[in-house]
């Protein structure tokens, strides 16, 4: 079974700051997902990540990973109150049948 | 164009009681997927569909049965529902069940069990 945790689970921020998420996961990946859910909503998707090395931005928020250290993080650069959801990491490998296994969620809030 | 839907949006059984959850994409997607989503767990598998007409267990089909009625619909069935699944579920599709296609998510039934 492949394991993927999240850290923090929990983190409060104030607007115009910046921080790092991380997902670690416990076996080779194939891919990387990260995905946003705002309070009793659905997931929607952020990021796909295909390799090592691989980096995506999309305005406050940038994705990157790297296999080796079987580690991805999202990077949220100068907070807006906007941003607070909770964010998945979803790894999929070859190894464990091509099923996604999701983190915990980390639950960002942004302070004014 | 409405992507993944569900229904119901929300239920309340009694122990024991039964109930099938339904879903349904209109993307032309081949896989399709059912997870529950509890506090602190993330989501988790319960089963998927690579294609129609195949099913397979993921990681807690215990208590579950599903039906992949035609590539648009795939149901999730209680059969005699516990307190432990007492969460919500998200259905999910998928072009394929490669790992290589984003998989996309319905809006979720909360369901309690008394």
């Known amino acids: 079974e492949l394991k993927v945790e999240q850290n923090p689970l929990f983190l409060s921020m104030q607007e115009g700051k910046n921080y790092t998420i991380y997902c670690n996961y416990s076996?080779?990946?194939?891919?990387l997902y990260w995905y946003r859910q705002d309070p009793g909503k659905s997931l929607e998707s952020l990021f796909v990540?295909?390799?090592?090395?691989a980096v995506k931005q999309e305005g406050r928020l940038m994705a990157s990973l790297d296999t080796k250290a079987r580690l991805s993080t999202l990077h949220i650069t100068a907070a807006v109150h906007d941003l607070s959801a909770t964010y998945f990491c979803?790894?999929?490998?070859?190894?464990?049948?091509?099923?996604?296994?999701f983190g915990t969620g980390t639950s960002l809030t942004v302070i004014p | 164009n409405a992507g993944v839907t569900q229904t119901p949006k929300f239920q309340v059984l009694k122990t024991g009681q039964s109930m099938t959850l339904q879903c349904a994409q209109d993307?032309?997607?081949?896989?399709m997927y059912w997870y529950r989503q509890d506090p602190g767990m993330g989501l988790r598998l319960i089963y998927y569909?690579?294609?129609?007409?195949?099913?397979d267990k993921g990681e807690v089909p215990n208590g579950y049965n599903v039906s992949r009625l035609n590539k648009r619909e795939f149901s999730l069935r209680l059969e005699s529902a516990a307190p432990s699944q007492t969460s919500v579920y998200f259905c999910a599709s998928s072009e394929g069940a490669s790992g290589i296609y984003e998989q996309y998510f319905g809006p979720g039934t909360r369901l309690t069990v008394t």
């Open positions: 990540l295909l390799s090592n090395g």
């Open positions: 979803a790894v999929v490998s070859a190894n464990t049948g091509n099923q996604f296994y």
């Open positions: 569909s690579a294609s129609e007409g195949t099913t």
């Open positions: 993307m032309n997607h081949n896989s």
């Open positions: 076996t080779t990946s194939d891919r």
